[in-house]
T-cell receptor, first 112, second 113 residues
Framework: LAKTTQPISMDSYEGQEVNITCSHNNIATNDYITWYQQFPSQGPRFIIQGYKTKVTNEVASLFIPADRKSSTLSLPRVSLSDTAVYYCLVGSLAGGNEKLTFGTGTRLTIIP | NAGVTQTPKFRVLKTGQSMTLLCAQD?????MYWYRQDPGMGLRLIHYSVGEGTTAKGEVPDGYNVSRLKKQNFLLGLESAAPSQTSVYFC????????????FGEGSRLTVL
């Protein structure tokens, strides 16, 4: 089971691009990388998922290098409402990796 | 579109009391999970289930029991609550062919005095 490592916290100003990196050196061939966002007193919610290279949706981009041992969540032009904890999750039910465990997450604070 | 529903949302227990948290999902998902989240901490997996009638231990299973008698429900039980079990409990579910996208409930806040 791939273990993940993220920075504990990050600060950024409104309007800037924020990049949060997750290390997962032991990622398995069938594992996907999924990022979640959690606001206080709420359950985590899905942001983006990828397997390799780059994935982009309406809220974020996910960059995964060829060796897949790390991934970077990119949030463009952040606002105060992006203040939250961000988790990366590495696993894949399709690959028999049912025990989906989270790392400590990154607490992102957006400064006005 | 209820998704994942947890009951109760809040509960206060005395040490030694027992209780059951109910998680219900209406998405016909095979996999269900129970996590706990202590203040300022990440999510830790307690138990999970890969299908009706099956359960498995997660990272922190001690002091908890689970049952999955129906596909849509996953129950988390505390037989003898301890103050160390004060936490917010989250249930999540996903489909068997999924690649890791979990759908979470809103959480159940438990305080053990």
């Amino acid at each position: 089971l791939a273990k993940t490592t993220q920075p504990i916290s990050m600060d950024s100003y409104e309007g800037q691009e924020v990049n949060i990196t997750c290390s997962h050196n032991n990622i398995a061939t069938n594992d996907y990388i999924t990022w979640y966002q959690q606001f206080p007193s709420q359950g985590p919610r899905f942001i983006i998922q990828g397997y390799k290279t780059k994935v982009t949706n309406e809220v974020a981009s996910l960059f995964i290098p060829a060796d897949r041992k790390s991934s970077t969540l990119s949030l463009p032009r952040v606002s105060l409402s992006d203040t939250a904890v961000y988790y990366c999750l590495v696993g894949s039910l399709a690959g028999g990796n049912e025990k989906l465990t989270f790392g400590t997450g990154t607490r992102l604070t957006i400064i006005p | 579109n209820a998704g994942v529903t947890q009951t109760p949302k809040f509960r206060v227990l005395k040490t030694g009391q027992s209780m059951t948290l109910l998680c219900a999902q209406d998405m016909n998902h095979e996999y269900m999970y129970w996590y706990r989240q202590d203040p300022g901490m990440g999510l830790r997996l307690i138990h999970y289930s890969v299908g009706e009638g099956t359960t498995a231990k997660g990272e922190v299973p001690d002091g908890y029991n689970v049952s999955r008698l129906k596909k849509q429900n996953f129950l988390l039980g505390l037989e003898s609550a301890a103050p160390s079990q004060t936490s917010v409990y989250f249930c999540a579910s996903t489909a068997f062919q999924n690649t890791g996208e979990l759908f979470f409930g809103e959480g159940s806040r438990l305080t053990v005095l």
